[in-house]
């Protein structure tokens, strides 16, 4: 079975400066999707970024990139010029591509993101 | 377009109730997903359903829950005989099918506390 493991219950960053909030998996796949959610108060789950395990490149969405070490099983997120709306609970999360269990999504503990005036 | 809708928003229920939880997925989306979500922690998927094909229900954590949809419309999470362990957010998504490829959409969640 996968795992991922969020290791920093909370981070904070101050307005317009980069934050970057780390993740880790156990697999033993060869390819799978990565992905980062955002869960504002309104408990909202929204998708942020995704990766694809057989794509080196990294994966970038305006603002949001992140950093896919397959080998380290690693799936960093960074925020750059972090705006007051960025503010949420922030999710990685990991989807197999086959299996019998393909569908479902495994999340980590989450990470509570504060960004600061 | 209209996305995920679920109801109630919120439900108090004594222990030992039975409650039902709904679930109105996209339009055209033939999969869907049950997540539940307790206090601080990240999602743990319950059941999924695409099309006709039998349900993956590996994620149930008793036999207290189940889950019904019907075709590709609506579905109904149902937690008999309640225990406070119960509390928690159940969220579901919806995606156009569950090849991985596909973005799931999520709904606000129904918050449940059992007392």
């Known amino acids: 079975a996968q795992t991922v493991t969020q290791s920093q219950p909370e981070m904070s960053v101050q307005e317009a400066e980069t934050v970057t909030l780390s993740c880790t998996y156990d697999t033993s796949e060869s390819d799978y999707y990565l992905f980062w959610y955002k869960q504002p108060p309104s408990r909202q789950m929204i998708l942020v970024i995704r990766?694809?395990?057989?794509?080196?490149q990294n994966a970038t969405e305006n603002r949001f990139s992140v950093n896919f070490q397959k080998a380290a099983k690693s799936f960093s997120l960074k925020i750059s010029d972090s705006q007051l709306g960025d503010a949420a609970m922030y999710f990685c999360a990991y989807r197999s591509i086959g299996g019998t269990s393909y569908g479902k999504l495994t999340f980590g503990q989450g990470t509570i993101l504060t960004v600061h005036p | 377009g209209a996305g995920v809708s679920q109801s109630p928003s919120n439900k108090v229920t004594e222990k030992g109730k039975d409650v039902e939880l709904r679930c109105d997925p996209i339009?055209?989306?033939?999969?869907l997903y049950w997540y539940r979500q307790r206090l601080g922690q990240g999602l743990e998927f319950l059941i999924y359903?695409?099309?006709?094909?039998?349900?993956?229900k590996s994620g149930l954590p008793s036999d207290r829950f189940s889950a019904e949809r019907t075709g590709e419309s609506v579905s109904t999470l149902t937690i008999q005989r309640t225990q406070q362990e119960d509390s928690a957010v159940y969220l579901c998504?919806?995606?156009?099918?569950?090849?991985?490829?596909?973005?799931?959409?999520f709904g606000p969640g129904t918050r449940l506390t059992v007392t």
């Open positions: 990766q694809e395990a057989y794509k080196q």
């Open positions: 339009s055209g989306h033939t999969a």
């Open positions: 359903f695409q099309g006709n094909s039998a349900p993956d």
């Open positions: 998504a919806s995606s156009l099918t569950s090849a991985s490829s596909y973005e799931q959409y």
